[in-house]
């Protein structure tokens, strides 16, 4: 870290009199542009995180992404590193050794580590599905083999995560049939609705410490709290979770967006928090980016199409981080990858293209986003914005 001192005149012919006396330096406060985020972050008690892919952290070509990951950031997610498909690939064989990796990198940089993830439909193992497919894996060795899933990773990064998100995108979506919310996915359909909450019990019984969360995408705000409205469905399924018992801790909402959409405003993302923590939950935003659709204008440097875009999507990473300094149980927030040249959004949403989605470009030169985002963490205090409060997890 550097230092700013400035030596007044008066302070060196002091010090040339009275030789015995240290100098007492004056020292200049950064400037705001000067400062991380993490630091800025830090004021609030609040920490702010990102994913990383370990195939461009171990880049040596690309030095610049691990010196922005380790100063702006105070927190690290394995973007797929910690998925069931990277750490058991084949039954039995684990591979933990880019997860390890990332785990040694948050250690050196001071870093906490967010756990993502434990239980989801996505990105499992072929021998898994097709085991379960084929009828040579029944359904009490599936709930076993969960089980044994769980307890081993969380006992694996046992003391080493701040945060796990037990269980991912379990809820569906208005677009799915039926239109009402209700569990989906390769879980729910095998196991029933029990296995969430023996997921948050068995996680619990494997690391003490951990807070665990259950995250999901399309969140941020309520609708009209009908039952296409996934955001209540959510609500209402931790409030039985917690009323129940089950040792959940928070609620992550992903907060993916797109500038395209109508998207809310601070107030009514901050609803939506409150209403989580009124139930005695943390919170946490734990994917944000906001991406963009890639119009031929766009591809072709068109400023008339960029620049609201680039507005519309630093406005977007705002709104969100507001909600949660507004909220003192919302304890981290979290970019799903920090540059343009690396994020999930064109290899994902390609019909049309979507990108721009992150807070630095594709040379690394940051963004209206993250000017926003600078902005919000230190321009924001009492008596609106007040200091975290620890969440205590659940036994
Ligand atoms: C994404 C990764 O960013 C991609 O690299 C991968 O191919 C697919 O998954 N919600 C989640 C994340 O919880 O795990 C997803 O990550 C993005 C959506």
Excluded at 22 to 47: F, K, M
Excluded at 227 to 246: A, F, I, N, Q
Excluded at 249 to 261: A, E, I, R
Excluded at 294 to 316: F, H, K, Y
Aim: with cysteine; net charge neutral; aromatic share 10%.
């Amino acid at each position: 870290m550097k230092r700013f001192l400035t030596v007044g005149a008066t302070t060196l012919m002091l010090a040339g009199t009275l030789n015995a006396v240290p100098v007492l330096a004056e020292e200049r406060r950064p400037t705001v542009a000067e400062q991380s985020l993490r630091a800025l972050a830090a004021r609030h008690g609040l920490t702010i995180g990102t994913a990383i892919d370990m195939d461009v952290l171990r880049d040596t070509a690309d030095p610049q992404y691990r010196a922005l990951a380790a100063s702006q950031f105070s927190s690290v997610t394995a973007e797929n590193a910690m998925k069931w498909e990277s750490l058991e690939p084949t039954r039995g064989t684990y591979n933990w050794a880019p997860a390890d990796q990332l785990i040694d990198f948050a250690r050196k940089n001071k870093q906490q580590v967010r756990g993502h993830v434990l239980v989801w439909q996505n990105q499992l193992p072929a021998w898994l599905t097709q085991g379960v497919e084929d009828g040579t894996i029944g359904k009490a060795q599936l709930r076993d083999i969960l089980r044994d899933h769980i307890t081993t990773v969380v006992k694996h990064f046992k003391g080493k995560i701040s945060q796990w998100d037990v269980v991912n995108e379990a809820a569906s979506d208005p677009w799915d049939t039926p239109s009402s919310i209700h569990l989906k996915g390769f879980w729910a359909q095998h196991l029933g609705p029990g296995y969430i909450a023996d997921a948050f019990r068995w996680a619990r019984a494997a690391d003490p410490n951990a807070l665990l969360f259950y995250n999901d995408y399309n969140i941020e705000a309520f609708g009209d709290r009908g039952p296409s409205d996934k955001t209540w469905y959510v609500y209402d399924m931790v409030r039985k979770l917690r009323s129940s018992g089950v040792p959940i801790d928070g609620v992550g909402s992903q907060g993916h967006l797109g500038t395209q959409y109508g998207n809310f405003d601070a107030f009514q993302a901050l609803e939506v928090l409150d209403a989580f923590s009124d139930l005695g939950l943390a919170t946490a935003f734990t994917e944000v980016d906001v991406r963009s659709q890639m119009t031929e204008g766009v591809r072709a440097g068109d400023s008339n199409e960029i620049n609201p875009r680039l507005q519309a999507s630093a406005s977007n990473y705002s709104v969100l981080l507001q909600a949660c300094l507004a909220n003192r149980h919302c304890l981290s927030y979290t970019v799903w990858g920090f540059t343009d040249r690396h994020s999930w959004v064109p290899g994902w949403f390609s019909d049309p293209p979507e990108g721009l989605a992150t807070l630095y470009d594709e040379s690394y030169r940051p963004k209206r986003a993250y000017n926003v985002v600078k902005a919000d963490l230190a321009f924001s205090g009492p008596p609106y914005v007040l200091p975290r409060i620890p969440q205590k997890p659940r036994r």
